[in-house]
């Protein structure tokens, strides 16, 4: 035994080299930015600027989320999307989401909509209306008009067949349809009822990543297909955010947290 322990030393040593070396950007922000040409889009919003703040879980970026604030704003958002977990179900406390939310609702509109943390909350409705008491603008199966745009937010559900079903009816096939929803999972489902884009996270960019590559999705098991960043299926996009937090697990190798920018035009 006693031979094989510099080997054991060696390989301790560098598994705690790589844990330190992956968790080190969890504090840090990374701004991903997707611009978007889209033919359904309307000509007369072309620029319209979207930033998507998903899963945060809690987590709280300087005081009073005054980091996190500074840098939504700077980045000159049209809108601000929250596509659900604002808080982690385990030790929840949606303080941190509200003072986000009242922040920025005093300079963009905010829209949100629930994920499965958020909907396990037995006080989610009383949370719902404190975010909407905040300024933000809670969609749950409801879709309302954001300029020429066809804006619907998706309610959280557990043990659905198809997750799209609760909205098909409120897709305007005359607007461009954007969706916001919280699992990517279900993107055939999404693009089913023909919207033209969708918003989601949950998946937390498949929580390590090597090379790229999302590690483990709640939904979809290890190496899910839809772990981060842009697909297509038809004419629908999705974008999937990586997200902000943690949950069960607190800690994301080489995955630091995600603000999302999208800046859409139209295609002639």
Known sequence: MKRYLPQLSVLVALGMAILIWGASPNDTI???RFNLTITSFPETMDGLTIVQVSDLHNKSFGD??????????????????????MVD?????????????????????????????????PDYPLQKDAM??????????????????????????????NRADPVADLVDDERFNLLLAHHPADFTDYAGINVDLVLTGHVHGGQFRFFGVGFVSPDEGLFPTYHAGSYTQGSTTMIVSRGLGESILP?????????????????K
């Open 251 to 267: 800690l994301r190798l080489f995955n630091g947290p995600e603000l999302v920018v999208i800046r859409l035009t139209h295609q």
């Open 30 to 32: 990374t701004v991903t």
């Open 132 to 161: 909407e008491e905040a300024g933000g603008i809670v969609l749950a199966d409801e879709s309302l008009r954001f300029g020429s745009i066809n804006l619907i937010g998706l309610k959280e559900r557990f043990g659905v067949s």
């Open 64 to 85: 009073n989320q005054q980091e996190l604030i500074d840098l939504i704003l700077a980045l000159d958002p049209d809108l601000v999307a929250f596509t659900g977990d």
């Open 89 to 121: 179900s385990w030790t929840a406390e949606y303080d941190h989401a509200l003072v986000l939310i009242q922040a920025l609702s005093h300079v963009v509109p905010v829209y949100i909509v629930d994920g499965n943390h958020d909907a396990r909350e």
